[in-house]
């Protein structure tokens, strides 16, 4: 703007005034326009204008920010003017005004901070003046800025300012800016890091380790702390003189690895032990790290040595500790499950080496018995430290336990430490540590019961191994050993208890069972060894007068010698100092622990048992009634193993096997007396009925091991020339093979000691009761003993004064013969040598008293004491037993009629019937004049006595007996009693049979049981039988015919004969009722027979009457087909009359024929050759015939009602009829139908070109009467 | 993409809300597709006279075609879009 230019002041102010107004008004409607929503304009020109409002906000904002800023600012900011006056503040000054000395809270806008600064009379005037006189030549432009750092602490804190003055733009300055910024926080950290500079200085000044610094090739040593010469006790000079120096001092073990590693070139870290001239061993931890120089080359080596020494011994000692903690645990570890001392002992060795690292380790028992210490287990000792040791233990036996450690540390009840075993004056043995490198060893006591029992050695490599601490932990170790010992001690006394309790209840439960001595002393030896567990077991048995021991059995022991020992040697009871022979001399059990031990005593027996590894010994005397009479002998492996509590049970042991062997013993007697007896009273049955010396030898033989229950026995004859025994007589085991052995009586040869020879010299029973025991063995002998026989006797038999030879048996016990089983069989031998005698004289020997003279058969006292035999094994085998009493009916009218002689011809007759039919003459007797009796020893079933005797009656009825050319028939009568039912014994039974006969007589029956119920039952069995029996007997079965006609004539053409029972009971019994019980019974060959005579009979009767007699159709049954003698009786019937074969036809059923066509095809043909018609029943129920029909030779052929049937209810019965018909018809068969019964199916069958038929629609089956009168007669033949 | 150029006047206030409002709007409805270049009529007012521009805040739709001018905060979303010729159907 000018002047010139200018309008006038008012007229200005006016038109300003009007302008702004338009200005105003102008801004206002853009505003308007615009909504507000803009903030700038432009005109033309491009001209920005900023609107009022936004100038306004732009104008806030951009002091509203810069106030932000100053005010968020931490520093605390002040404006002054040129002058010093404060003009503005941020929030930081305001606020903080009163924690600083310079801004006191009066330092405030419009305050001269100049004045407060030079006013300032605080902790720091001279600051506050510094301070004014900064701001002042800022003020002034002297300085572009000032600044200041100052404390100011107040009661709680120590802190730092820093002031720092910025002048405002203008020359000079517009004004300044003052801040001030707490700067406490970089001030302390500043602080520390001095302090701890100036610790670490003082840290290294004192530091005893080496430090050093050397060439990198180790030539020079640059530098070496002045701690060099306390750790390696050198100077450092003779280092700087000889750098390698240092290692010349490192123990040899560790100096190749260290110079190695320290030559190495890069950074290491390793650790070595010195030896220092003194000899004190110092442990050294090293390290290095390279130099390098700017081409990265190593230069130098620096590094620290350092003397780890304490550090090393405090590790080890830990180590050590752990060691033992480690066995300890091991230890206890095996102390729960360890069972046995071996394995005790064992392990703890082994875990004390492999867990503990000992370098040996060793466990040495007392046996204080012995005054022993022995070795029992060791791990890591070498052969000669083996041998070493157990000499050393041997010289602590013997003499009072204390001279060597071991002995000490088991006599002193405490551990032994030595821990410099090396250059140890008190140690004997250096050099023998120093080759195995053991420096520290230990004895440790094992204690049971307060008696040291053992001691457990260690031996370590360390010296000083075992110092307090180890010490108490391998104290409690070996206390933990000493108790599992004892928990040991007791489990394997136990178990040996519980071993033997088992041994002892076995056998007691044996004692219970076992009724034999022999297999009781087996099985005691078994159980023995299979649950006492014992090394061997033996039985002697002893005779308390000859003081002789047999052996009575024995286990198999652990050596084939020892077994034999047991066997063959010898016991001198009356004198020996053995274990066997001194129980059996006092009859109380003798005990050795020991065997190996007692010098005094020197037997094979033992030495071969202590051999065997047998160790204890306990012989037990069997002692019945005060009489010693025999010995269990145990051997255990283990020594001392009887003791108090087992020798105890074991005496119990004895004395129940006393027990039992004495029970045995009287019922061996009783019943060894009943077999004698039994044997006894066969041969006197014998003597009485033998015919001649063989048969009397031979049964005797048998009855010796039948009855005798001899296993052998036999008979020789003497030569009396040669003095040869023969067998002549046998039985029992390999008696065959044994009677081709002879004997020899001659007293010169060694076979004549044998038993025979010398029975026959002295005239004498000779016997043997233990025929392994020795002496003479020929073959016989020794065959008997691998047989197992262990008692024999011999007794002569003689012929009048003559020894005719001998009888030998045998037994399988041992010791069986005794005097009174001795005495009977001497008696015995006299009888044989009786009835030897009598035969001899050729006297007959009256047996009358046993036989029936006439027939030859028992008698009754006979048959009564045979029947007394057969009850016994009735019983035994559980089965019963049935007596019969025959009664001959009308016997009485022959012998009246023809006369006695001709009378008991007849009854030696009937008696070889008998006695046929029994199959053995035994079994029959005669008791009275027309009284035979039998006996069935074994029933099975009480079946078979019905159909014994259905069998045995039928069979006699039709049995002929020829007498002087004529021929009788006879009957019986039976009276049964069956055994046990009927009576207890032979005399009751007898009687009740004839009881049961004489009801039968009175009855009419054939026969009858003594109890009605059993008549009953087995009558119901068979009463259909009987009554079929009895119809045919009494002609009670008839004929029926059925007519057959001819189809197209209408004419009769034959007849089917029809068997009907007319029972006179009950009225007609339909065939399908009997004819299977017929056949069952085998009657229908009778039956069928009858059948077939009467067809044959009728028809010629109708021929002969001059009736026009059809062929007869006779039904033949499977069972007559496959007759062989059919075929006989069909020719026989025939035979009767040359027209007899045009009147038969034979219907047999098709499945019949099919069973076995070519069979029946034979007899067939041979049937048809007779001229007898043959016609095929039931045709069509075995459809596979039709194939075979053209093979079978038959003429007619029945078609089965069935079909006839089916034939009128569908097309398919029809079909097949027709093709039934057309078939037989081509191969030239007549068809016949049967069961017609409508004219429909006549008429039908008729249309099918069908033949014959049969049936109700004619005429059901008639009596024979009824068909001759009704289609016979009314057309006579012609 | 779509392309816009704001004229504001510094940082007046119906300017930062057009900015607001802009970025508002292209972050719902054309996230990821467009472009906003930010002219201070103040710092460059040759360059605003030359584009035709007399007010702030104006927003120019450069692309796509054809080019629009909106003056104002932008306030009126639906507005916005209708004059922008963006269906907020279409986008």
Redesign the interface.
């Known amino acids: 703007m000018t002047l010139a230019e200018s309008p006038s002041p008012v007229d200005a102010i006016d038109e300003i005034a009007t302008l702004i107004e338009a200005l105003h008004v102008s801004e206002r409607r853009l505003e308007e326009l615009?909504?507000?929503?803009?903030?700038?304009?432009?005109d033309r020109?491009?001209?920005?204008f900023?609107l009022r409002?936004?100038q306004e906000?732009?104008r806030l904002?951009e002091a509203g920010k810069q106030a932000a800023i100053l005010n968020a600012l931490p520093a605390h900011i002040a404006l002054l003017d040129p002058r010093g006056v404060i003009l503005s503040v941020n929030q930081a000054w305001r606020r903080f005004g009163d924690t600083n000395a310079l801004q006191s809270p009066d330092c405030a806008i419009s305050m001269n901070y100049l004045e407060v600064c030079d006013l300032a009379s605080g902790d720091y005037p001279a600051e506050a003046r510094q301070v004014a006189n900064g701001i002042r030549s800022v003020l002034r432009g002297d300085v572009k800025n000032f600044s200041l750092e100052y404390p100011c602490h107040s009661a709680t804190e120590q802190r730092w300012f820093l002031m720092a003055v910025t002048p405002l733009p203008g020359n000079p300055p517009t004004g300044a800016v003052v801040m001030h910024v707490n700067v406490t926080a970089e001030r302390q950290t500043e602080e520390s890091l001095r302090v701890s500079e100036s610790r670490f200085r003082q840290m290294a000044e004192h530091i005893q380790d080496v430090f050093f610094l050397c060439e990198a090739d180790g030539s020079r040593m640059l530098y070496v702390s002045q701690a060099y010469e306390e750790i390696w006790l050198r100077r450092c000079e003779s280092l700087y003189a000889n750098p390698q120096s240092w290692s010349d001092a490192i123990h040899p073990d560790d100096r190749p690895a260290a110079q190695e590693k320290a030559m190495s070139g890069g950074k290491f870290k390793q650790e070595f032990r010195i030896v220092r001239p003194d000899g004190s061993i110092r442990w050294i931890e090293s390290k290095g790290y390279p130099v390098h120089d700017d081409a990265g080359r190593i230069v130098r080596i620096a590094g620290i040595a350092k003397d780890i020494t304490a550090h090393k011994l405090a590790q080890d000692r830990i180590a050590y500790l752990n060691r033992v903690y480690v066995m300890l645990s091991g230890i206890n570890g095996l102390l729960v499950h360890v069972r046995s001392r071996d394995e005790l002992y064992n392990d703890a060795c082994r875990i004390a080496v492999e867990g503990g690292g000992f370098r040996m380790a060793w466990i040495a028992s007392v046996d204080r018995k012995r005054m022993k210490i022995e070795l029992v287990a060791s791990v890591g000792l070498d052969a000669t430290a083996m041998t070493a040791l157990k000499a050393r233990l041997s010289l602590s036996g013997g003499t009072p336990l204390g001279r060597s450690r071991a002995a000490r540390a088991i006599a002193e009840k405490k551990a032994i430490v030595t821990n410099h075993l090396i250059g140890n004056p008190d140690v004997s043995l250096g050099h023998f540590y120093e080759e195995r490198n053991i420096h520290s060893m230990i004895m440790l006591p094992l204690i049971v019961a307060n008696e040291g029992v053992g001691t457990l050695a260690l031996y370590a490599r360390e010296d000083e191994f075992f110092r307090e601490e180890e010490l108490k932990l391998l104290t409690e170790l070996a206390g933990d050993i000493s108790f599992a010992l004892e928990h040991i001690g007791k489990e394997e006394k136990i178990a040996r208890l519980s071993r033997i309790t088992a041994f002892t209840s076995e056998i007691n439960s044996l004692i219970v069972r076992i009724r034999g001595r022999q297999e009781l002393f087996d099985e005691v030896c078994r159980v023995a060894i299979e649950h006492g567990r014992f090394g061997t077991a033996w039985i002697g048995i002893f005779d308390s007068v000859t003081l002789a021991v047999t052996s009575a059995t024995w286990t198999d022991g652990p050596t084939k010698r020892l077994v034999m020992t047991l066997d063959n040697e010898q016991t001198d009871v009356a004198n020996g100092s053995g274990v066997v022979a001194r129980a059996l001399r006092t009859g109380r059990p003798v005990v050795e622990n020991d065997l190996a031990s007692d010098p005094l005593v020197k037997s094979v027996r033992r030495a071969e048992a202590v051999g065997a590894g047998l160790r204890s010994l306990i012989a037990l005397p069997f002692v019945i009634e005060g009489l010693v009479v025999g010995h269990l002998s145990l051997y255990s492996t283990e020594l001392d193993f009887f003791d108090g509590s087992e020798v105890r049970l074991l005496t119990e042991l004895a004395a129940n096997i006393s027990f039992a062997l004495d029970h045995i013993g009287k019922e061996e007697k009783i019943a060894r007396l009943s077999r004698i007896r039994a044997f006894m009273s066969n041969i006197n049955t014998l003597i009485v009925r033998a015919d001649n010396r063989n048969e009397l030898f031979e049964e005797a033989c048998r009855v010796a091991v039948e009855h005798g229950k001899f296993g052998i026995a036999w008979i020789g004859a003497l030569d009396h020339e040669t003095l040869i025994v023969t067998p002549i007589a046998w039985a029992g085991d390999e008696a065959e093979a044994l009677s081709k052995v002879k004997s020899s009586a001659r007293e010169d040869l060694p076979a004549g000691k044998g038993a025979v020879g010398r029975a026959i010299h002295a005239r004498h029973v000779v016997f043997n009761n233990g025929l392994h025991a020795g002496g003479y063995q020929g073959p016989r002998l020794t065959k008997a003993l691998q047989l197992g026989y262990r008692s024999q006797i011999t007794l002569p038999l003689f012929n009048g004064e003559a020894i005719f030879g001998t009888l030998s048996l045998y037994a399988r016990e041992s010791g069986f013969f005794n005097e009174d089983e001795i005495k009977l069989l001497v008696e015995l031998a006299g009888d044989l040598s009786f009835a030897l005698d009598r035969f001899d004289k050729k006297e007959k020997l009256d047996y009358l008293a046993y036989y029936d003279v006439l027939t030859g058969l028992s008698n009754r006292s006979l048959f009564l004491e045979r029947v007394t035999q057969y009850m016994q094994s009735a019983v035994s085998g559980g089965h019963p037993l049935a007596l019969f009493l025959i009664d001959l009916e009308r016997f009485r009218n022959i012998n009246d009629s023809l006369g006695r002689p001709a009378g008991d011809a007849m009854l030696k007759l009937v008696a070889a019937w008998l006695v046929r039919n029994a199959g053995d003459a035994k079994l029959v007797a005669r008791l009275g004049a027309d009284h035979f009796a039998a006996v069935m020893p074994v029933v099975q079933q009480e079946g078979d006595v019905a159909r014994l005797l259905e069998k045995t009656v039928t069979a006699f009825l039709g049995h002929p007996f020829r007498l002087e050319d004529s021929v009788y028939r006879l009957a019986l009568k039976i009276g049964v009693a069956l055994f046990p039912d009927d009576g207890a014994d032979a005399d009751t039974l007898l009687r009740n049979a004839e009881a049961a006969l004489k009801r039968a007589k009175a009855r009419g029956e054939r026969y009858l049981f003594y109890t009605q119920k059993m008549t009953d039952t087995l009558a119901g069995k068979l009463s259909l039988e009987n009554q079929l029996r009895q119809a045919l007997d009494n002609e009670e079965f008839v004929l029926h015919y059925q007519p057959k006609v001819n189809l197209a004539s209408g004419k009769l053409v034959g007849a089917e004969a029809l068997i009907r029972w007319n029972d006179p009971r009950t009225g007609l019994v339909p065939p399908g009722r009997f004819i299977p019980i017929l056949e069952e019974t085998g009657l229908i060959y009778e039956v069928g027979r009858w059948a077939l005579r009467k067809a044959i009979a009728d028809y010629l009767h109708w021929h002969a009457a001059g009736l026009p007699a059809p062929r007869i159709a006779v039904n033949m049954s499977p069972l007559q087909l496959r007759n062989r003698g059919f075929i006989d009786d069909i020719k026989q019937v025939i035979d009767i009359d040359t027209q007899a074969a045009a009147g038969l036809e034979l219907e047999i059923t098709e499945s019949l024929i099919m069973e076995d066509v070519k069979h029946s095809i034979t007899s067939l043909q041979s049937i048809r050759d007779m001229g007898i018609c043959i016609a095929i029943d039931d045709f069509g129920t075995g459809f596979s015939s039709l194939s075979y029909l053209s093979k079978l030779p038959v003429d007619v052929l029945k078609i089965d009602r069935s079909f006839v049937v089916d034939m009128m209810t569908g097309p398919e019965g029809l079909a097949l009829v027709s093709t039934i018909i057309n078939l037989a018809h081509s191969l030239k068969i007549k068809v016949v139908a049967e069961g017609v019964e409508t004219e429909e199916q006549s008429r039908l069958l008729r249309l099918l070109s069908c033949d014959e038929f049969q049936g109700f629609l004619f005429s059901k089956p008639v009596p024979r009467e009824t068909f001759e009168a009704r289609f016979l007669a009314s057309t006579p033949a012609g | 993409m779509f392309r816009f150029r704001l004229y504001?006047?510094?940082?007046?206030?119906?300017?930062m809300?057009?900015l607001a409002n802009l970025t508002a709007l292209c972050r719902e409805h054309m996230a990821n597709r467009h472009e906003i270049e930010i002219l201070d009529?103040?710092l460059e007012?040759?360059r605003?006279?030359a584009d035709g521009?007399?007010?702030?805040?104006t927003l120019v739709k450069l692309a796509p075609h054809p080019v629009r001018r909106i003056?104002?905060?932008l306030?009126q979303t639906q507005l916005v879009l209708q004059a922008l010729g963006i269906e907020a159907s279409n986008v």
């Open positions: 615009t909504g507000g929503e803009v903030d700038t304009v432009a020109t491009g001209r920005t900023l409002r936004a906000q732009v904002s | 504001v006047a510094d940082e007046t206030y119906n300017s809300q057009a009529v103040l007012p040759k605003a006279l521009i007399f007010m702030t805040p003056v104002g905060t306030s």
